[in-house]
């Protein structure tokens, strides 16, 4: 049996997760669980699946635990977060949202630990350095995201070989075929109305800009070791072809799949096996068309930023996420538009002085410097 931590275990792929678990209970043994303040669900989550270790937010939520849990070793805060990173398993999952995710991916590697990734903010922050971190240590890093783990399989079998380009899929989201002018009355309830995926509120968003295509181009030009110029983004409303890989000879392998994320968690969890991931066989007889079309990276200016920030500098891409989680964060409390989000980004991006070689605590200080700057212009304290 497989032992697994999974970091973020209350949300969105963290139950997803669960449920691979639940369905092969004879594969995995989940060691370790960790939330941030979904205290009702982790309470029944130790109740099933009895971890050894336990971490969540506050002080107060684990005390309350560890009373009605004994002999379950409960933690709270970054310490907590670190030792069920650290934790002697055999896969750490990390499902954990944005930046908070890079230093858990730092202890787990260094552990030597094997890491299934849902956390793109990890590399799109600390690619280089993660990346480092992988090959010193030998584990495996096993993307998550659809789009990252159909390229993933896509190259399976073909080590070694010429890659011409890969191919990002994106749905378009809720705005597809939007100019600039529409963006601009687009409500935060529209934004979170996605058209295939099932998904928390964050990443809805990100995916309603086109953010998270931008960051998943950055996180694939890192995972695969490849120049930014040879990542194509394509749209693909349908989101049943995940992404594809094209080779010197033009032929193209994609990977397929109905829309849902239990697919590459199961795979991840698996490697290099398969296993039942709970769903039902993809009906070709169902599918009226596959259809594609180009991105508009001047109406969503996010995507376009993205590639210029790769293009830049390790700090740009830190800046890039910093601000865009402060933005998102806000657009989620309608204190912002959802046009602000592209529009600001684009400032703070104008703004940003970059460097290289970052180390730890550089990106987490180049982070800080962009959500302070981010929230000055917000609240039109600073002025160019």
């Known amino acids: 049996m497989k032992r697994i931590s999974i970091l973020g275990s209350t949300g969105s792929i963290g139950t997803q997760a669960l449920d691979i678990a639940r369905k092969n209970p004879d594969k995995f043994n989940i060691c370790a669980l960790t939330c941030s303040r979904s205290i009702d669900r982790m309470r ?23 009373d009605e849990f004994p002999h379950v070793t409960v933690m709270y805060g970054k310490e907590g977060l670190k030792e069920a990173a650290r934790i002697e398993c055999d896969m750490v999952l990390n499902s954990l949202l944005g930046i908070s995710g890079l ?12 890491i299934a990734f849902a956390n793109k903010e990890t590399l799109v922050t600390g690619g280089r350095l993660i990346m480092e971190l992988v090959r010193n240590s030998g584990i495996r890093l096993l993307p998550v995201d659809s789009e990252h783990s159909a390229i993933f399989q896509c190259l399976e079998g ?33 934004t979170l109305k996605h058209p295939n995926w099932t998904m928390g509120q964050k990443i809805t968003v990100d995916s309603a800009t086109m953010m998270n295509k931008g960051f998943e181009v950055i996180e694939a030009k ?5 120049n930014p110029q040879m990542i194509d983004v394509l749209v693909h409303p349908q989101s049943i072809i995940h992404s594809a890989v094209e080779f010197e000879d033009t032929s193209v392998i994609a990977q397929m799949g109905k829309p849902d ?5 199961s795979y991840a969890f698996s490697y290099p096996e398969r ?13 009226s068309a596959l259809t594609f079309e180009k991105p508009d990276p001047e109406t969503f200016r996010c995507l376009g930023l993205a590639y210029e920030a790769l293009a ?8 890039l996420n910093g601000a865009n989680e402060v933005l998102t964060a806000e657009f989620l409390k309608k204190n912002i538009r959802y046009i602000d989000i592209q529009n600001i980004l684009e400032e703070v991006m104008e703004r940003h002085q970059g460097r290289n070689g ?27």
């Open 44 to 66: 029944e989550q130790i109740k099933e699946f009895r971890p050894e270790l336990v971490c969540v937010s506050s002080e107060k939520d684990a005390a309350a635990l560890s």
């Open 261 to 265: 994320m239990r697919v590459p968690i």
């Open 275 to 287: 296993i039942d991931s709970g769903l039902d066989s993809l009906d070709f007889t169902e599918l």
């Open 103 to 114: 230093v858990p991916t730092v202890h787990a590697a260094e552990a030597g630990r094997d």
């Open 222 to 226: 890192w995972l695969f070791d490849v």
């Open 158 to 190: 073909n080590a070694g070989r010429k890659i011409r380009r890969i191919i990002l899929t994106a749905s378009g989201g809720p705005f597809r075929g939007y100019d600039r002018e529409r963006l601009e009355n687009v409500t935060l309830e529209q």
């Open 312 to 319: 830049a500098d390790e700090s740009h891409t830190v800046a």
């Open 358 to 384: 970052l180390e730890l605590e550089d990106i987490i200080e180049e982070d800080k410097t962009a959500r302070e700057l981010t929230l000055r212009i917000i609240r039109g304290r600073d002025k160019k």
